[in-house]
């Protein structure tokens, strides 16, 4: 099972800023926060990881709390295009650390013009 | 920018067949995944494939399956005898040298209905 939550669904306005949440409580020390999307069924898409510390990449920022147990994903200026459902995963899982990624239900993101 | 592609896009089947669904994974990865996702259910983990051989597998992943890197670029998704539930989209993955922190490419997916 998934060790993540993250709420059913959300909507956000164009233009503004999208902030989903993830928590995560049962995290462990080595394991990263990972985010994907799911564009209306095509194939998950990579967004952004992080460890500990906050992340920034082109897409999206990843803030981390201190204690790692929760995570928020932020979309600066969410398009239309960003509709779509937003997974939070921890991993990699197990002693073999083969990367294998544990898909949740995700939070299926509206952005609304 | 490179791409994982995957063929065929839909694949209709009739129950009891064998179907093998294809991926090029991008060309410098190392590590190379197939994920299912059964319609309107979440993204399930299948296989992971590292150095030529399974490196981890689900228990979905039973004997009626398995996975092959025939030649450098292909790598294959077997099912022996399909049956109505494995209908389902078929994602094939990849990520790159070795290091499983780094992000996964997914292809577009195959999507596979058994009659």
């Known amino acids: 099972d998934a060790k993540t939550t993250q709420p059913t669904s959300m909507d956000c306005a164009e233009g503004r800023a999208a902030n989903l949440p993830c928590n995560h409580s049962?995290?462990?020390?080595?394991?990263?926060v990972y985010w994907y999307r799911q564009i209306h069924s095509q194939g998950p898409q990579y967004i952004i990881h992080?460890?500990?510390n906050n992340e920034t990449n082109e897409m999206a920022s990843l803030i981390i709390t201190e204690d790692r147990k929760s995570s928020t994903l932020i979309l600066p200026h969410a398009t239309l295009r960003d509709t779509a459902v937003y997974y939070c995963?921890?991993?990699?899982?197990?002693?073999?650390?083969?990367?294998?990624?544990?898909f949740g239900q995700g939070t299926t993101l509206q952005v609304k013009p | 920018e490179p791409e994982v592609t995957q063929t065929p896009s839909h694949q209709v089947t009739q129950m009891g067949q064998e179907v093998i669904l294809r991926c090029v994974p991008i060309?410098?990865?190392?590590?190379f995944y197939w994920y299912r996702q059964i319609l309107g259910q979440k993204v399930e983990f299948l296989v992971s494939?590292?150095?030529?051989?399974?490196?981890?597998k689900s228990e979905i992943f039973d004997d009626q399956f398995s996975v092959e890197r025939p030649d450098g670029s292909n790598f294959t998704l077997k099912i022996r005898s399909t049956k109505l539930e494995d209908s389902a989209m078929y994602f094939c993955?990849?990520?790159?040298?070795?290091?499983?922190?780094?992000?996964?490419?997914f292809g577009p997916g195959t999507r596979l209905t058994v009659l």
């Open positions: 995963i921890v991993g990699p899982y197990g002693s073999g650390n083969t990367g294998k990624l544990i």
């Open positions: 992080g460890l500990k």
């Open positions: 049962t995290i462990s020390g080595n394991e990263y």
């Open positions: 060309s410098n990865h190392l590590y």
């Open positions: 494939f590292y150095n030529n051989e399974i490196s981890e």
């Open positions: 993955a990849s990520s790159e040298d070795g290091n499983i922190y780094n992000e996964q490419f």
